[in-house]
């Protein structure tokens, strides 16, 4: 069987393994994996903020105060990075 035959089928049975893997979280858990800073309980339980939430909080220009100002909602995707 020739190389670059072993090598494709081995990424389609890796892709295979990994929607596999994914549908049965979603089947199990009856939800999606939750990977967003503002919405996951455990990462704001551990104190886990977004990335420019903390390079605003270090420079002393916090927008993303838990008050929510205009700007930021806590979570990377609302975040101004542009402070418009």
């Given at each position: 069987?020739?190389?670059?035959?072993i090598v494709i089928l081995c990424a389609v049975?890796?892709?295979?393994?990994?929607?596999?893997?994914?549908?049965?979280?979603?089947?199990?858990?009856?939800h999606h994996i939750d990977s967003e800073i503002s919405?996951?309980?455990n990462m704001q339980r551990l104190g886990i903020k977004c990335a420019v939430h903390e390079t605003r909080e270090?420079?002393?220009g916090?927008?993303?105060s838990d008050g929510q100002p205009a700007g930021c909602?806590?979570?990377c995707g609302a975040c101004d990075i542009e402070h418009k």
């Amino acid at each position: 069987m020739p190389t670059w035959l072993i090598v494709i089928l081995c990424a389609v049975a890796a892709v295979g393994l990994f929607v596999v893997g994914m549908s049965l979280t979603l089947m199990i858990k009856g939800h999606h994996i939750d990977s967003e800073i503002s919405t996951n309980k455990n990462m704001q339980r551990l104190g886990i903020k977004c990335a420019v939430h903390e390079t605003r909080e270090a420079d002393g220009g916090a927008d993303c105060s838990d008050g929510q100002p205009a700007g930021c909602s806590g979570n990377c995707g609302a975040c101004d990075i542009e402070h418009k």
